[in-house]
């Protein structure tokens, strides 16, 4: 990734200082969730922003439910998922954290 405002081949924001931008970048994030819940391929996009820190992503996912649901359960359910089918891939904490506390994480998500 360049770091310094200059030439991007895939995108002219790629190569906007990093240091000072919040850029908005493509990512690979959808497809992966695809991949891990068949049921949800080709039904989600990503987007992905460039921000100045040296590592660690985050993903919004924003989703459309068939049925009325509370966060509550929401939250409960993504975290069985980190405790059961996904466990030692996806990391779930209720904790206040930041993106330097997940530099080193071995979970993907």
Request: aromatic letters at 8%; one cysteine or more.
């Amino acid at each position: 990734q360049s770091v310094v405002d200059g030439p991007s081949r895939k995108d002219w924001r790629g190569g906007r200082g990093a240091f000072q931008n919040i850029i908005p970048a493509s990512t690979g994030a959808a497809k992966a969730v695809g991949l891990c819940l068949p049921e949800l391929k080709g039904k989600l996009t990503g987007m992905a922003f460039r921000v100045p820190v040296a590592d660690v992503s985050v993903v919004d996912l924003t989703v459309k439910l068939s049925s009325a649901t509370t966060y509550e359960a929401i939250c409960e359910a993504v975290k069985h998922a980190a405790n059961t089918s996904m466990k030692n891939i996806m990391y779930y904490t209720e904790e206040a954290v930041v993106s330097s506390d997940f530099i080193g994480c071995e979970y993907s998500s």
